[in-house]
């Protein structure tokens, strides 16, 4: 009985130091990001805006307002104190293992955090979030917006932090993030492209919420999709195949952008941002529609061709975006042995209907010049973004001085038909002479 005490003290003391284990490393598992602190300077007059200064600041993040830690009280001899801050992040979104990378590493997350004001939109579907048109004290405070950027592109985030006025010790209010900076679909297939927003339950400006997704392209942009979480409507401008899942947006937050079929015109950066009160937080991402080429030679297939002859092949590449193509021509002879025989005469860009593109490329193919041996494939290379494609067509030589079985079996039989001409004839000659 005394040995079964002991073992049950013995696993009490262990579970205990496993739990406080855990929790150790669960608090310590939010990273201490290294971030600048960018504000513009006051204007010159005149409608100008000054530059802008960029100063080291230093963000200690915690889930548990609760959670006290020495070491951020401390600042390194290169970062002014006022620009260390403690972060309650109780979505622990900014904890997130692209944001903390092994000790030792190159690669960093990206941060800026920037100050921010809180102010009504006019937009249709974000206006009646504010439409009682009163400011609650809430707002009386020191407001930032924060933008990240884990390791490898694994995921962007943008915060909007509240700190009461004088400290340094802000609590997320929102955040918006997506695990899709970067994405690359085939044409015609059905693209997700994530977003996904956690608001402060408890905060006065959690009552309602709108989502935007805007795209952009080269200085041009159109607004894709626009909600009104809390009038339930959808803007007039929606693209026709753009949706989102109204249950879990409503639910957990998801307010990911599905487009039922990829088109190229969908390349590009896609905008999602959602709104609170007063306040809103957006992140960028770029979709690129990659689509290989099809490939065709023509003629196919080849005619029969003598030495000496010449002979012209052209390869069409259709149906691929983007635009980046290389084409080339190469030669695999009957040996196995390829040999190139370079890019030929390489047409333009043409554009389709659909946004895809075609090129192609013409190959003066000169038996006299090149030892093709008794013939082989002819190839048609096309690296793209999207894979590399090849097309072959069978090159057949007649007529060398070591002919194949097919050349000898033909000669044989010419030389039998030409045998039986002569003895009909000799035989004619031989009975008409006998009469």
Known sequence: MTDFSTIYKLSLVALTCFIQACSSSSSSSCPV?????????????GGLTGATTQEKSLLHIRTDPDQHSAEALKAPADIHPDRVYLITDPAATLCHRSLNPPRGSIKKPQCEINP?????????WVAPLTESALSPIFLQADWFSAALQGVDGQLGIS???RAPTGTKEQSVILSVTSKTISVQARLGRPVVLDCGFWLDPSSPLSSGFAVEWRYQFRGNGRLVLAYDGKTDRLADTQDE???????GLHQNGNASLILQESKVLH?????CTVYLPYLLA???MELE????????????PLPLTVPGQTLTIQCEASGFAPLTLELSWEFIGADGKSRPLGSGRVTGHRQAWDGTFSQSTRLELDTSKLDLGRGGEVT????????????????NLIGFSSPSIEDSMAMVGVALVLYGLIKFISWTFSSSGSK
């Open 159 to 161: 915060s909007i932090t």
């Open 116 to 124: 921010f004001l809180p102010h009504p939109s006019s937009l249709k």
């Open 267 to 271: 390349s590009g950066t896609f905008i």
């Open 241 to 247: 195949g753009a949706s989102l899942d109204f249950e």
């Open 289 to 300: 529609i990659v689509e290989p080429p099809s490939l065709s030679i023509h003629p196919s």
């Open 380 to 395: 048609c290379v096309a690296v793209h973004p999207g894979g590399t494609r090849r097309a072959s067509v069978t090159l």
């Open 33 to 45: 990001l290294e971030c600048w602190f960018v504000q513009e300077k006051a204007g010159r007059g």
């Open 282 to 284: 957006q992140v960028a």
